[in-house]
């Protein structure tokens, strides 16, 4: 049978998406999250302090410190910028992308290994999860490498893979908690339940990865033992006496699923099943229709093991999402570690319909494929030209150049299911293009910090003579000051020396007037929760009504 890609398919998808993760690197950060994150572990390369995360100079106990570790490590390699933060995640991405490649071929044969990875890259979750840089990138790279090793342990009994796979699950711990954990576990205990190698589990050699796993994560036992179990003093949610390594082996967990400390999110049992359906595009569709044929035929065959068949990717995830779908804390990017393992799913059920000659199926998925393509394309076309302004003409030719390439490949001949995957991927391409290129860029224009940040440097206003007022804080100027600017109440503004500058929210101002302080100088910079879209804000007709407004004063 014809392979399903040919060489110079993937070879020429795997540079387009190169140059859209590229670009992406260039964009500025954006608040909360990612900002917060990047100044957090500048922080930390600036003090030169890597045992203490503090996040507005008060102790940080949510997260672990591999992400602020890996960040400032590449500050202190390529100087403190936005692309160097996001390059750990944009490295541990090619691992994952990498990973999915190795274990989609130990399951479904060398055709499903670049099909996997093409999936993988070209998902939007993971596209957002390198310019909208937090944990998820750094766990799901480490948590897709883990699985793969530990399968091939399970497989191969070496030790060498039961030590690799250790320290992925050590490295996905280290970077977010539990939930790496868990997902491996699950989903390997669901593949050796399938598989009825239970012997595996008592071997010697487990032993040894269960070493690797803890000795690995030791460092960052130690780093919470110190800033936390050795201070029971601090305070951290109105509690005292905090052990920082029970918090991260077990009541980070539960905290969350508990919603303890947590603002309660969505109470929407179906939460992760329906954000799936964005996060996973262009594959979600297609994911639900793997899933339910596995699931289908797992039934039929009463579970009882298949030749060619898994169920680490389909009852494992679906195990999974079950069980955070009862979380009372959820967030869309708590499904990122599940998407290198639904790109397998998917790249199985590819390689099946092509071997099995699904031609009925076939159709109907390029269809519906076609369908999501096309009004999506249609919908950024008309978002980059219609909400913010015309494009530069170099990147219009761009746009043009991937038009005319995605109308070439639709309607040239070739195999059905070869252009299904080939216009997927290339879809993504053009979509996550044209937004690192011109949406995000134009967007960041209404983010007040790094705005701010530009008038101080062209306007040469010295650093340390710009403060903030407290309660609101801005991660973006803070990052691209390259400085923790220092945090004023009320009083310690009216004693601020003659000519010091003040970055604060409208909302705040109305402080400085009834205080009776006055400025020499004001700088008015547009602001908005860039993070939270609205239509009117999108409309250039009605967003000007809906702008707040950051102000840089000189104080008088």
């Known amino acids: 049978m014809n392979p ?106 060398k055709q499903a290994s670049h099909v996997a990875a093409l999936v993988f890259l070209s998902t939007q979750s993971i596209f957002l999860a390198n310019h909208d840089v937090r944990t998820d990138a750094v766990l799901t790279g480490a948590t897709i490498f883990g699985i793969w090793q530990l399968v091939l342990y399970v497989h191969l009994n070496k030790v060498k893979h039961a030590i690799l796979g250790a320290i992925g699950v050590a490295i996905a711990f280290s970077t977010k908690g539990n939930l790496g954990v868990f997902v491996v576990g699950v989903c390997i205990l669901v593949h050796i339940a399938y598989t009825k190698k239970w012997n595996i589990i008592w071997s010697w050699k487990t032993l040894v990865g269960l070493l690797a796993f803890f000795i690995s994560i030791m460092p960052i036992l130690y780093a919470y033992y110190l800033q936390f179990d050795l201070h029971p003093e601090k305070t951290i949610n109105n509690r005292t006496h905090i052990s920082g390594v029970k918090f991260i082996l077990w009541d980070q967990c539960f905290d969350r699923l508990t919603a303890t400390g947590f603002k309660k999110t969505s109470p929407d049992y179906f939460f992760f099943f329906h954000t799936l359906l964005w996060a996973f595009l262009p594959w979600s569709l297609i994911a639900y229709v793997a899933l339910f044929n596995r699931l289908k035929l797992l039934w039929k065959v009463k579970f009882t093991l298949q030749p060619k068949t898994e169920i680490l990717t389909s009852v494992g995830v679906l195990v999974v999402l079950i069980v955070i779908s009862f979380s009372k804390f959820k967030l869309p990017h708590y499904l990122n570690s599940l998407l290198p393992i639904l790109s397998v799913l998917v790249a199985g059920y590819i390689i099946n319909l092509h071997q099995n000659n699904k031609i009925k199926t076939t159709n109907i998925l390029l269809i519906i494929q076609y369908t999501i393509l096309t009004l999506g394309s249609a919908f950024i076309l008309f978002l980059i030209l219609w909400a913010f302004m015309p494009p530069h003409v170099g990147y219009m030719l761009c746009y043009l150049l991937l038009v005319a390439g995605l109308c070439y490949i639709v309607i040239t001949q070739m195999q059905k299911l070869r252009k299904l995957v080939i216009v997927s991927v290339y879809f993504m391409i053009f979509i996550n293009f044209c937004l690192n290129t011109q949406f995000y860029p134009k967007l960041l224009m209404y983010q007040a910090g790094n705005n701010a940040a530009k008038i101080i440097e062209s306007e040469n206003i010295i650093k340390d003579d710009v403060f903030m007022l407290k309660n609101k804080p801005s991660w973006s100027l803070d990052f691209y000051t390259k400085r923790i600017t220092p945090n004023l109440n009320i009083e310690e503004v009216v004693n601020m020396k003659k000519g010091t500058w003040l970055f604060l929210y409208e909302e705040q101002i109305s402080l400085l007037n009834q205080n009776n302080i006055e400025w020499s100088k004001k700088y008015e910079i547009n602001h908005h929760r860039i993070t939270r879209l609205s239509f009117k804000f999108l409309n250039p007709n009605t967003r000007e009504g809906i702008l707040k407004k950051a102000y840089l004063l000189q104080i008088k």
């Open 4 to 109: 399903l890609l040919i060489k110079k398919d993937y070879i020429l998808l795997y540079i387009l998406l190169a140059i859209v993760y590229l670009t992406g690197l260039w964009i500025p950060l954006m608040e909360n999250d990612s900002a917060q994150h990047a100044t957090m572990a500048m922080r930390m390369y600036l003090e030169n302090d890597f045992v203490n995360i503090y996040k507005g100079g008060k102790d940080y106990l949510d997260k672990p410190h591999m992400h602020f570790w890996l960040a400032a490590f590449s500050f202190k390699l390529f100087g403190v910028s936005h692309w160097a933060y996001r390059i750990p995640a944009l490295l541990f991405t090619l691992l994952g992308a990498y990973s999915c490649n190795k274990l989609a071929k130990v399951f479904y044969g």
